[in-house]
């Protein structure tokens, strides 16, 4: 049974009401409780944990500190293309959106990792619009290799693809596949993807499970924060999260927590998600998972970042560019989103330790278990 069968028979309905009517009494029980409870994510994450923030946090620092130490990995997105052939309308990429397209061509690629190899990245996430004749497998298994040959552990981000594409891209050396929902509400997801591929709800839905069963080592779950109701999104990735751990314990397990932000062309969010909101959903997760990975873009301002040390992320972006050729030449007008955050790594750095952790610029090798 894949995910789809159990997120059709879930009550939405049902599960609103017990997110909008849980008690406080739920809340404390939820926040001393054992992790991997749906009951006590839901509780965590409704209306009336604001009140126990605190606590929360505490017990997500306490948690985070056990599992990770003071440790927190840095990468860096390396944009390929923002050719895409869909139409979303938050998205700076979306289709009709009059942009200068462009694709690295292997030089263009080498150039972009020459700028950001010698800033300490070690691991990297390969970035693209969803354009599948143009930007496709067989330009991910040429561009793959030349990645890998720089960099001990590579991520991408790009459209959902068959199983079989994705043992290709493993055995060429693809370490993690970041594939977010954007929203798990279906009528939602069918108002904001108006054309293309992306508009198949289910195929997108069921693709970590193929990635999965590609034998890819990690997985990134997210939802773009704005959408919709944040916390319903949010209790529906936990359900799914808890569907693929139980299934395919064998792969590890991020998520991403990215706001709606503003775009060429984009929309407003429909429903805002607070900074108080976020370090809500932040510390709901961990009380849930202390093994999950929990990753913060340059989406949110520096501040901010700074403040969410500790509470539960263990992976941040740092000196971001979001076009493709940005490293070497910034160019605003082809960017997919703007960023917040716009210290270099070596300034982001700086402040971890000066706050007392320690970045970590490598993800994984496999030559550490003798498989490389």
């Known amino acids: 049974m894949s995910f789809l069968d159990i997120l059709s028979g879930l009550s939405r309905e049902q599960l609103r009401m017990a997110l909008y009517s849980t008690s406080p009494a739920q809340v404390e029980?939820?926040?001393?409780?054992?992790?991997g409870n749906l009951s006590h994510l839901l509780a965590l994450l409704?209306?009336?944990?604001?009140?126990?923030?605190?606590?929360?946090?505490?017990?997500?620092?306490?948690?985070t500190r056990q599992r990770f130490g003071h440790n927190i990995g840095l990468y860096l997105p390396l944009y390929l293309s923002n050719l895409c052939a869909n139409e979303c309308d938050y998205?700076?990429?979306?289709?009709?959106?009059?942009?200068?397209?462009?694709?690295?061509?292997?030089?263009?690629?080498?150039?972009?990792?020459a700028v950001i190899k010698p800033q300490g990245f070690d691991s990297i996430l390969l970035v693209s619009g969803e354009h599948e004749t143009k930007v496709g497998i067989d330009y991910f298994a040429e561009v793959l290799p030349l990645v890998k040959a720089e960099f001990s552990h590579v991520a991408m981000e790009?459209?959902?693809?068959?199983?079989?594409?994705?043992?290709?891209?493993v055995?060429?050396?693809?370490?993690?596949?970041?594939?977010?929902?954007?929203?798990?509400?279906?009528e939602t997801y069918r108002k904001h993807h108006l054309r293309g591929n992306k508009q198949d709800y289910g195929y997108r839905l069921e693709s970590p499970e193929r990635i999965a069963q590609a034998g890819v080592d990690k997985i990134g779950l997210g939802v773009l924060l704005g959408l919709d109701d944040w916390r319903m999104d949010a209790l529906l990735m936990g359900y799914h999260l808890d569907y693929l751990e139980r299934r395919f314990w064998r792969s590890r397990y991020s998520i991403s927590l990215p706001r709606l932000r503003p775009c060429v062309g984009g929309i407003t969010p429909k429903v805002q998600l607070t900074d108080k909101g976020l370090v809500q959903l932040i510390?709901?997760?961990?009380l849930f998972n202390e093994q999950l990975e929990i990753s913060l873009?340059?989406?949110?301002?520096?501040?901010?970042?700074?403040?969410?040390?500790?509470?539960?992320?263990?992976?941040?972006?740092?000196?971001?560019?979001?076009?493709?050729?940005?490293?070497?030449n910034p160019a605003a007008q082809l960017d997919q989103f703007e960023i917040s955050d716009e210290r270099s790594a070596a300034e982001v750095a700086s402040v971890l330790r000066s706050r007392g952790f320690t970045p970590v610029w490598k993800d994984w090798e496999a030559g550490w278990i003798g498989a490389g």
Do not use: W
């Not at 939820?30 to 992790?35: D, L, M, S, T, V």
């Open 283 to 286: 510390c709901a997760f961990r």
């Open 91 to 113: 998205c700076g990429f979306t289709m009709s959106n009059k942009l200068k397209r462009k694709v690295l061509s292997h030089d263009e690629l080498a150039a972009e990792m």
């Open 29 to 35: 029980a939820a926040i001393e409780g054992e992790q």
């Open 297 to 328: 873009s340059t989406r949110e301002t520096p501040s901010l970042r700074d403040d969410l040390l500790g509470l539960g992320i263990t992976q941040m972006s740092a000196g971001s560019r979001t076009e493709p050729g940005g490293y070497v």
């Open 158 to 169: 790009v459209q959902p693809l068959s199983r079989e594409h994705y043992e290709i891209l």
């Open 171 to 186: 055995e060429k050396g693809l370490d993690a596949v970041m594939l977010y929902q954007e929203t798990y509400d279906p």
């Open 46 to 63: 409704s209306p009336a944990a604001e009140e126990y923030l605190e606590p929360m946090a505490q017990r997500a620092a306490a948690l």
